[in-house]
């Protein structure tokens, strides 16, 4: 069992924050063993803000931190919802924003439970045999929030009534899955503002009923075979003199601490948000995130940086904006690979918003409140802005119209015909605007940039836009068919002291390339034996060695390496004692898989094969025959023509019909058993069989010479 050393000290120097207590003893969760039993905790702090959480001696709080994930964002402010308890609850419940479920006051007017259940519920729809429940001071946490399918929906007379009966529920051996909700820290607040000694006081008296069910996770019999992750959240803050529902820092900074081990202790992260909570306790379980669900939130471990989180250590404070203080929140540097074109845009300006730059949260919806950029939830860490409606109001500047364009770096095409893009989108509208999204090809394509979306100020497109485009793109061909080799998005925003555009979390992906079936020519069908042809193949894989052999036979012919692309090429000998006939040209993978062509072996041509080069073949060479050719020997037949022939042979019967000064035929013809009367062949090097075995064997001559006819 793995043991933390946790000293409240330790937490607050690595979290920034003070206010320790020292020989308090620190909850500490032991490293789940190999196939522990998953189970969940979620304790939540009604109106815990958690600046002054940072300020406040919480032993237990710091324990959890310093063993695990910090994570402080911002709730979304009117006109999306105020910071209230049930538009706080259901997000951290559910895993979606109030625009979703539609919890937007206490009342619980028109929720959308049914579309968007608590992840208890969600839990007994895939895993009914676990054991959950929900205990709450507050009325609605128990009876609203989490639905009827809960095992156990208890409310609390009062916090400390709450506590005990989760630690009784957490003592229970079929317990698996917990959610406790803790409400005197808002009474407090309500009472006497988040600045007041009452509410430090609430919040550690909080403190210690958290420590509480800590130690009766860790006090249960089985709790060395279980897996346990414990989150701490609140719905909102509070103002200093008291109250919430507004857009104040106080009001809408809430918090994500989680212990468990999916986090390594210690850690401060900046893209996790209460909506993750819900995500990250399903995925806990092992129950599979669903896409039809429509989550706003994900598991903490599936969360992946973009290229704009890169750009955090470049932060810096404001030039002019008065509203986020001295706080690190902007840069006009964009991440390695991507441009900014502000050719367009006139001077002067505010400087942190002149064209497209980049910012957290903390910063952006701070320049000015109630102006819908605190509805900007769906965007994680750095994120890119065009606001023409904050530029516009630092003067002087040289124009009107801000005109910026965004580019992201070029994506290689793996050769599939479609890609997928996705990014979020916040577009606030506030007079006349536009934005658009294009699809830009690489230059060699020679293909047109295409429109994706456009973001009028009015038209079919409902406005604002708040949500996460994902888009299929199909891909262009050019004239010869080919698609292109890269694709980048551009994203233009141009307005007129109007509103915003954020943009953030840019991804690009494509299906897997159809791979071409491999396959193999050859350079003719038919060849003589002796003779070599010639293989190509495509859609091998890289580097790949393939042998070739004539199956029928069976004979190996060689073998050839596939390069980069998959393709090869060979020269093969077809063995000159291949027999005549049909064959199979197989061509066998590297996985033995096998591919093949067939092949038509010719003969070796008589003419051509050294057994009847003249010379060596005595019967048939002219000067080596004596005897069989009478007649037709111009050396041994005076009178019968010029003598253009100059061989040796000895043949001394004159060729009846042939008369002298007569062109005597090019193919000069010598036949064995039989004559064949007015029979001439010109030029042959083949030998057929004539009739009754009758051989016909034709020599070519340099020159022609006279002859008779054939007799």
């Excluded at 001071?137 to 609203?144: K, Y």
């Excluded at 609390?156 to 529920?169: F, H, K, L, P, S």
């Excluded at 965007?379 to 802005?385: G, K, M």
């Excluded at 003719?524 to 052999?549: I, L, N, P, Y």
């Amino acid at each position: 069992m793995r043991k933390h050393t946790i000293a409240a000290s330790i937490g607050a120097i690595a979290l920034g924050v003070t206010g320790v207590c020292a020989g308090v003893a620190p909850a500490a969760l032991a490293a789940p063993a190999e196939g522990s039993v998953p189970k969940t905790l979620v304790i939540g702090v009604d109106g815990a803000a958690f600046d002054v959480m940072a300020e406040t001696e919480l032993p237990n709080v710091r324990a959890l931190q310093a063993g695990g994930l910090t994570a402080a964002s911002n709730l979304p402010g009117n006109p999306m919802a105020p910071t209230v308890s049930g538009a706080g609850w259901s997000t951290i419940a559910t895993g979606v924003w109030p625009d979703k479920h539609n919890v937007v006051d206490n009342n619980f007017t028109a929720p959308r439970y049914d579309e968007f259940p608590d992840y208890l519920t969600r839990i007994e729809a895939a895993q009914p045999e676990r054991g959950t429940a929900a205990i709450g001071t507050w009325g609605p946490i128990s009876s609203t929030v989490f639905g009827a399918a809960v095992d156990t929906r208890l409310k609390g007379a009062g916090d400390a009534d709450t506590t005990a009966r989760a630690v009784a529920q957490l003592a229970a051996p079929g317990t698996d899955d917990v959610f406790v909700h803790l409400d005197e820290v808002d009474g407090a607040g309500h009472n006497s503002g988040s600045s007041s000694q009452a509410y430090r006081d609430a919040l550690v008296v909080a403190d210690r009923q958290i420590g509480e069910m800590i130690a009766a996770v860790q006090a249960r019999p089985g709790y060395a075979s279980e897996d346990w992750l414990i989150m701490l959240t609140s719905d909102h803050g509070h103002t200093p003199s008291g109250g919430h529902g507004g857009s104040t820092k106080l009001e809408r900074k809430t918090h994500v601490i989680a212990q468990g081990g999916e986090f390594a202790p210690g850690s401060v992260r900046h893209d996790v948000k209460i909506s993750d909570i819900a995500p990250t306790v399903l995925a806990h379980t092992g129950i599979a995130r669903d896409a039809s669900w429509d989550l706003d939130g994900a598991a903490v471990s599936d969360l992946v940086p973009d290229d704009f989180d890169t750009l955090r250590p470049q932060l810096r404070v404001a030039a002019q904006e008065q509203g986020p203080g001295q706080l690190l929140g902007w840069t006009d540097v964009a991440p390695e690979g991507w441009e900014v074109d502000n050719s367009r845009m006139p001077s002067g300006g505010a400087p942190e918003f002149r064209g497209w730059t980049f910012m957290t949260d903390d910063f952006f919806s701070n320049v000015e409140l109630g102006q819908h950029r605190e509805n900007n939830v769906r965007s994680r860490d750095v994120f890119a802005v065009a606001d023409s409606d904050e530029w516009a109001d630092v003067s002087p500047r040289g124009g009107s119209m801000f005109d910026s364009t965004l580019s992201t770096p070029a994506y290689e095409l793996n050769g599939a015909a479609t890609a997928e893009v996705s990014f979020v989108s916040d577009y606030a509208v506030d007079g006349p605007q536009g934005a658009s999204v294009w699809v830009v090809f690489d230059e060699a394509s020679g293909l047109p940039r295409q429109k994706l979306l456009d973001y009028p100020a009015d038209g079919t497109r409902a406005n604002p836009v708040n949500a996460v485009e994902r888009h299929t793109i199909e891909l262009p061909r050019d004239e010869r068919g080919a698609l292109p080799k890269t694709l980048s998005l551009q994203f233009s925003y141009s307005g007129n002291n109007s509103a915003f555009w954020a943009v953030d979390q840019v991804r690009f992906g494509q299906p897997e390339a159809p791979v071409a079936p491999a396959e193999f020519s050859i350079s003719a069908a038919r060849v003589t034996a002796g003779e070599s042809v010639t293989v190509s193949g495509t859609g091998f894989a890289a580097g790949e060695d393939v042998r070739f052999e004539l199956r029928s036979t069976p004979q190996q012919l060689g073998s050839a390496v596939a390069d980069g692309a998959g393709a090869l090429s060979a020269e093969l000998v077809v063995p000159a004692t291949t027999e005549a006939g049909e064959h199979l040209l197989v061509a066998v993978r590297a996985d033995g898989s096998e591919l093949s062509q067939p092949l038509a072996v010719a003969a070796v041509d008589p003419g051509t094969d050294p057994g009847t080069d003249p010379g060596t073949d005595p019967g048939t060479d002219p000067g080596t025959d004596p005897g069989t050719d009478p007649g037709t020997d111009p050396g041994t037949n005076p009178g019968t023509g010029p003598g253009s022939d100059s061989g040796s042979g000895s043949g001394s019967g004159a060729q009846p019909g042939t008369p002298d000064g007569a062109k005597r035929p090019t193919g000069e013809l010598a036949m064995t058993g039989g004559a064949a009367p007015g029979l001439i062949v010109g030029g042959a090097v083949a030998a057929a069989l004539l009739g009754g075995g009758v051989l016909l064997a034709v020599r070519s001559r340099r020159g022609a010479s006279d002859a008779g006819p054939l007799g």
